[in-house]
């Protein structure tokens, strides 16, 4: 065999696995019906391969399970909260570390801090529970996003960055004082897992602060976003991702982070700030909605494997990987000719179900439809990033159109191999080729907040 390319191996090894169930096609048909062909509506022992999510799903290290064994389950004071405090204010920098279940209670807790009803939050692209938390604290998003995340395929190495002249006309127009705050995501989620370069988080950070606007980081998958940086970007590609991820964080005054993502755990979340009358506000929240400053809402033990998780994260190798196999994935359907989001994002391949099933109009909702189908097709989850996910106008309650409307296919840390890839990948271009005897859906039930989760559909 001659490669043409210098291999690549996962930096580390398999020491326990767990069994998949296989089904057959009849069987995954009648479990979509029964779902309302919303995804996650299935039962996940009904999946083979589940790409639904890179939230909670990851595989911890033999570390982490140990450090569980260490746990402090004091109610107060707790020792495992101490070294998860140590660890961010090494990893992260920021003064002050408040745990929480999730990162949608951290969402919730800066929120309601920060917002005051009328005011606006800037931010480059909406994130479900982001945007939901904004608004029940009375807050309108606003996006400012530059034009070129909506361009499913594009060459731009920073799709995620924040178009500063939007920002300065939101300001003009609204008046600094009804500017909330302006939330960084890095990646951008809804964009296909676009980063967000140094540069661009600089003059975010610098315009802000001449208004007087606090810079809020969704740092949830900062750790990806740092290694593309170190891959993209003019002058970082001899510094490490930890230092990367350490400075991008210091041009923000407030970050929240699902610990479910880039800190290789099943539960937590993390509220992070320098003010201290923020911190001040944030830990008497947290003994109302989540539990004492201590433990937010979880044991020792998860703050421990938080904590180990987060060493571990940082590590070149470690996140060089988890890049490299979704970049694996990617790459086997766009050469296929599979319609994908192009720069291949960090934490999953978004196929652009506009482009895939272009018979279905968007009230059909076609991005829900192909992630039901390629789950019939072979029990692959995935899920739907469009449409649905965005949800009604809280005003007018007229569906939002995006631009993009996309089956997110995401990648679990250090789960699955890459014959999994081959697997999901053989399917979706089979699919392919039979795309136009696909049909749309209606949506049948629908419930008030977040409607993606819980939403049933019928086939038309």
Known sequence: MAFTKKPWAEPYRIKVVEPL??????????????AGWNTFLLHADDVYIDLLTDSGTNAMSDLQWSKMMVGDEAYAGSRSFYTLEEMCRKYYGYKYIVPTHQGRGAENLL?????????????????????QHQEIAGGTFVDVII???????????FKGNIDLNKFEKLIKEKGAENVAYITVGAPVNMAGGQPVSMENMKAVSAMAHKYGIKVVLDATRNIEN????????????NRSVEDINREFCSYSDAATVSAKKDLYVNIGGLVMCNDPDLYDELRSLVVVY??????????????????????EAVQDETIASRIKQVEYFGKLLQEAGIPIVLPIGGHGVFIDAKKFYSHIPQEQFPAQKLAADIYIECGVRGMERGIVSAGRNKDTGDHYYPELELVRLTIPRRVYTQA?????????IEMYKNRDKARGLKMIYEPKYLRFFQARFEEL
């Open 21 to 34: 169930k296989t089904t057959t096609l009849e069987h995954r048909l009648q479990c979509m019906k029964e």
């Open 226 to 237: 740092a290694y593309f940086i170190q891959q993209r970007e003019p002058g970082y590609n």
């Open 147 to 157: 034009d070129e995340a909506y361009k499913s395929v594009s060459d731009h190495p």
């Open 290 to 311: 989540e539990g004492m400053p201590t433990y937010g809402g979880l044991a020792g033990r998860d703050m421990e494997a938080m904590a180990q998780g987060l060493i």
């Open 420 to 428: 999994h890839f081959d697997v999901a990948a053989y399917s979706i």
């Open 111 to 131: 929120s309601k801090c920060t917002i005051t009803p009328g005011q606006y939050v800037a931010g480059n692209m909406y994130f479900t529970t982001t945007r």
